[in-house]
């Protein structure tokens, strides 16, 4: 059976005991990926860890296992072998990081104002 439907065909609990790529504690997705594991009590039992979301792509496309993505990296790429499975929604919190010293570009001005609309600050 290929993996996509292996994975299709899983439940939750199944989806867990699959290889996978886990992101490295720096990566945000990394506590997203703790707590699905706690939610369903278990511990990833056979796993590698990249700190690149350009290496977990890699890691996935040569069948290593499976990863958490930002949908904006796996859309279109079908093609690929790679496809997206949505189960649970997840939030992630952003922050805007710039120099302090740059707080008066015009272009940091700009992009802080169209944050404030878009996150509601």
Request: charged share 30%.
């Amino acid at each position: 059976m290929a993996w996509r439907d292996k994975v299709r065909n899983s439940d939750m609990t199944e989806l867990l005991s699959f290889p996978w790529v886990l992101p490295s504690e720096s990566c945000p997705f990394h506590e997203r990926v703790t707590t699905l594991f706690r939610k369903y009590m278990t511990t990833p039992q056979k796993f590698v860890s990249s700190d690149f979301e350009t290496m977990t792509m890699h890691l996935i496309l040569s069948g290593t296992g499976i990863s958490l993505l930002p949908r904006y990296m796996a859309e279109g790429r079908g093609k690929e072998g790679i496809f997206i499975e949505e189960r649970e929604k997840s939030e992630i919190e952003l922050s805007f990081a710039y120099l302090k010293k740059n707080r008066n570009e015009p272009d940091i001005k700009c992009v802080l104002a169209a944050l404030k609309k878009v996150w509601l600050l």
